[in-house]
């Protein structure tokens, strides 16, 4: 059974940067295509960025283009999404999510097999 754990989230200034990490085990991290989702209070879960399973394709959503990079270390089976200049419209709980697949950076939600729990990000103005 493959789990996810999301760590790094937090409070954070407007401008200001965050890196939130997901630890893979249960599985071969090297074969899972891996992505990030966000949700924020009333909305539905969102696409934030993805990554292939050879790390060497990414995606991002248009909302974070410029401002978050997505990466993995398969030594480690960490997944990485490094955010920058953080605005209000960033509050969210944002979600790991792995499929156990050698796949190319996947946005639908509905792709992925496994889930985090989450870890939240508020972004004060």
């Known amino acids: 059974q493959v789990q996810l754990v999301e760590s790094g989230g937090g409070l954070v200034q407007a401008g200001g940067s965050v890196r939130l990490s997901c630890v893979a085990s249960g599985g071969t991290f090297n074969n899972f295509a891996m992505g990030w989702f966000r949700q924020a209070p009333g909305k539905e879960r969102e696409f934030v960025a993805a990554i292939s399973w050879s790390g060497r394709t990414t995606r991002y959503a248009d909302a974070g283009k410029g401002r978050f990079t997505i990466s993995r270390g398969n030594a480690k089976n960490t997944l990485l999404l490094q955010m920058t200049s953080l605005t209000p419209d960033d509050t969210a709980n944002y979600y790991c999510?792995?499929?156990?697949?050698?796949?190319?950076?996947?946005?639908?939600?509905?792709?992925?097999?496994?889930w985090g729990q989450g870890t939240q990000v508020t972004v004060s103005s």
């Open positions: 999510a792995a499929a156990p697949f050698r796949l190319p950076p996947m946005i639908v939600a509905g792709e992925y097999e496994y």
